[in-house]
Nanobody
Framework: QVQLVESGGGSVQTGGSLRLSCAAS????????MGWFRQAPGKEREGVVA????????YYADSVKGRFTISQDNSKNTVYLQTNSLKPEDTAMYYC???????????????????WGKGTLVTISS
């Protein structure tokens, strides 16, 4: 089992920034990537950005390229999501998630993730 805990959400104005964190614990060796997903009210959950924890390869959704940056601190089993130039359409609950077995692909398919955190809410006001 892998436990994921997100933090860092909040309310900011358009153009602001937030740094989200996802701390992993448990049998983290079972997974090789972690992704950030978001779900806005009335919308489907979508993959935002992911990172392969071994090699550091990253994948970004087009909607956040150039504004969001994912990074990791393997010594802390923590993945970070730096969000800049935030827009009202970025408002959502943000989740981190991981597959239960070694994964191949972008790691942004929410329906293929096995472990989920409880989420952290990001609200952007105009």
């Amino acid at each position: 089992q892998v436990q994921l805990v997100e933090s860092g959400g909040g309310s900011v104005q358009t153009g602001g920034s937030l740094r989200l964190s996802c701390a992993a614990s448990g049998y983290t060796y079972s997974t090789n990537c972690m992704g950030w997903f978001r779900q806005a009210p009335g919308k489907e959950r979508e993959g935002v950005v992911a990172i392969y924890t071994g090699g550091g390869s990253t994948y970004y959704a087009d909607s956040v390229k150039g504004r969001f940056t994912i990074s990791q601190d393997n010594s802390k089993n923590t993945v970070y999501l730096q969000t800049n130039s935030l827009k009202p359409e970025d408002t959502a609950m943000y989740y981190c998630a991981a597959p239960g077995t070694p994964y191949v692909g972008s790691c942004l398919r929410w329906d293929e993730m096995d472990y989920w955190g409880k989420g952290t809410l990001v609200t952007i006001s105009s």
